[in-house]
């Protein structure tokens, strides 16, 4: 039987893919800039960025922030996030995660956005460790076992 992962080891997870994006997003926002005023000889000046530039890197940052969730839970299940800390995300029915579990799932992170993070808290409290998000998208999170390593007889002590 699959052992449901904790609302710790998600935000853990959760926490970790944030830096990640955060990461990916600033990368998006600096580069383009950077080269824009280095090509127009502005570089070090403190003129903003034309309006329309400054709106193509923000809509481009959203488009990734929501791809990169949707996409891993997709394509595995799991974010970087989630591997790191060792959980999964499946279908309550035993399907692999869709396109349409995933953006579901999406969903109903913003609708936890919409309430300052307070529905993410429902995880704490559910008997499956099931958000709102899981119950909408019809999916759980589970801890995957830990591999254990093989200790030759040189670490064993001997």
């Given at each position: ?39 127009t000889?502005?570089l ?33 299940g ?15 029915n035993?399907s692999?995660?869709g ?60």
């Amino acid at each position: 039987m699959a052992e449901y992962a904790g609302f710790w080891m998600r935000l853990g997870a959760y926490l970790i893919d944030g830096i990640i994006l955060a990461i990916i997003n600033y990368a998006i926002y600096f580069i383009p800039g950077f080269v824009y005023f280095a090509i127009t000889g502005e570089l070090g000046s403190n003129k903003p960025v034309p309006g329309a530039f400054a709106v193509v890197i923000l809509v481009l940052c959203l488009i990734i922030s929501i791809a990169y969730p949707v996409c891993f839970w997709r394509w595995r299940g799991q974010t970087p996030g989630k591997m790191a800390v060792g959980i999964k995300l499946i279908r309550t029915n035993d399907s692999p995660v869709g396109w349409g579990a995933a953006a579901m799932r999406f969903l109903g992170y913003i609708i936890c956005w919409v309430t300052f993070g307070l529905l993410f808290l429902w995880i704490a409290f559910d008997s499956r460790k099931r958000g709102i998000h899981d119950r909408i998208a019809g999916t759980c999170v589970i801890k995957l076992p830990r591999k254990k390593a093989l200790l030759t007889e040189a670490y064993e002590g001997n």
